[in-house]
């Protein structure tokens, strides 16, 4: 059984693996000073507050909050879950990943050769679509192109039931467990072998984040139905957390801005046949909490794009309570509703990008749609019309993430309604802090004698050096001791060790974002980096402090021990 991969062999490979490397692939990177900047890739900005540390291998936003080692990046860029980045790494630098025992969710040699199959069967359509000419009369009918055609890798699913088993003769196992062979006794099928899902339909690859074939989606070329036929959950597709076209749209959605939801692939090609580039769809399920997140990674305002009707209505109405809790400062959402009977796909067919993009200018914002929602069987000019709205909109607003965004919205109830809600149960956010004196502010925004050393070992591991070999250099009964000894016994037992390789042995800790935190604070209060001897001279400092504390700590409890043996005699006598 696949195991868990070795703490060691992670460690290989972020010493082998240089983070500037891993982001300056993915974020253009401007060096300066001892740090690499850009503008922050996981929130919005026009000044560069994403920072990148080559000698630390670690990476932290300013603006946002986000740190973390090169595995990390990977983690949240690409939305790899923890092993896939580490396979990634890996494989760059030609290792081979190792298994050691513990159960593991998605087992490297079970999952790659699926990957594999399926890139192989997504050329096979490919390579079949070239040969059909009723499926490529179909996609000209339909207006695409042969370069749209091979940009997102459409195909065609022959009308066979075997022609998947013939292809790949030795895979049949695989090719049941990736959701393309199914076994069954219909009629026609045969009776001892599986069959094909897909047949004789324009075949869509699904790809994941990485861009790697996790799925198919096929559509009919008459009027048979289903009309639309996805792939089912397989160990490689779960399509509630996957978006068709994402692996294609990340580039052109950071560039506008923002991404378009729409509710079909052939929505989100012929909106890139018409240079709509950031388009993606939803698989067959409703828009989700999770789609939203995934998408506010890359963006920071999503459109959602519904029909007119009741049906795409109620399917707006369930995107937006998916939403927002995904909501916060620097983060939106708008909906846009095209006229009854029109797709995305009718309109810009009919009317081209021009057309598209003045439907887009009509954009609802999420706030906006959220009122006109529960407003519209309410009798707004009556007293009781006004609580019921307030009534029926405070749970939702609630649910939003604290901040500017939630007290705006909150603002916006309380024009509706024509009253003040910031007081008693209703308030919606917290009451402002009472003022501080400068000093008591000075003391609450300062460090720890323990902090400090933490942080400077974190971010300057080499100072233990100056410790000469102590084991346990300060007393266990002080609050973080034990986390600060145990990492100066491990810098001790591995003196190259990173800040990065430090942080990831301790991923899944308790203390692992308090670390997180110190591995990139400044220990001076205008921002000031140590250097080298500068490090070394507070490292020092901060450690005689903590050990006069001990001793303090130790005459203390002798003294407590003293009297009480004293009050103990007096007593007995």
Known sequence: MAGKIPQHFIDEVLARTDIVDVI?????????????????????????????????????????GQSGSAISFLMEYENMHFVDAIEHLAENLGLSVPREGGDLVRPHNESKPLYELLDAVSQYFQQQLKTHTPA?????????????AHRFGIGYAPDSWDALNKQFPERESELIKTGMLKTSDKEGASKDRAYQRFRDRVMFPIKDRRGRVIAFGGRVMGNSEPKYLNSPETPLFHKGSELYGLYEARKASQDAGNVIVVEGYMDVVALAQHGIENSVATLGTAANQQHSEILFKIVPNIVFCFDGDNAGRKAAWRALVATLPALQDGRDAHFLFLPDGEDPDTVVSSSGAAGFNDLLSTRVPIIDYLYEHLAADIDMNSIGGKAQLADKAKPLLNTLQNGVYKQLAYRRLESLIGISLNSGSTRPYSPRP?????????????????????????????????????????????????ILNQLISDIQAEPTV????????????????????????????????????????????????????????????????????????????
């Not at 490529?136 to 749209?148: A, H, P, Q, T």
């Open 24 to 64: 300056d692939a993915r974020v253009t990177l401007k060096k300066q000073g001892n740090s690499h900047k850009a503008c922050c890739p996981f929130h919005n900005e026009k000044t560069a507050s994403f920072n990148v540390s080559q000698q630390k291998q670690f990476y932290h936003c300013f603006g946002c």
């Open 136 to 148: 490529i009369e179909y996609l000209k009918n339909r207006g695409l192109s042969g370069d749209i």
């Open 434 to 482: 009472l003022k501080q004196s400068p000093l008591r502010k000075q003391r609450d925004e300062g460090l720890t004698q323990m902090s400090r050393a933490v942080l400077i070992v974190l971010q300057h591991p080499r100072v233990v050096a100056c410790l000469e070999g102590e084991k346990e250099p300060v007393n266990t009964e002080i609050r973080g001791a034990n």
């Open 498 to 573: 990173t800040t990065a390789m430090i942080l990831e042995r301790r991923r899944e800790l308790p203390e692992y974002g308090h670390l997180s935190r110190l591995a990139i604070r400044p220990l001076y209060p205008d921002g000031r980096e140590l250097d080298d001897d500068s490090a070394v001279a507070e490292f020092k400092h901060a450690m005689d402090q903590l050990r006069k504390r001990s001793d303090r700590k130790h005459s203390s409890q002798v003294d407590q021990s003293s009297r009480r043996g004293l009050l103990s005699r007096r007593r007995s006598d």
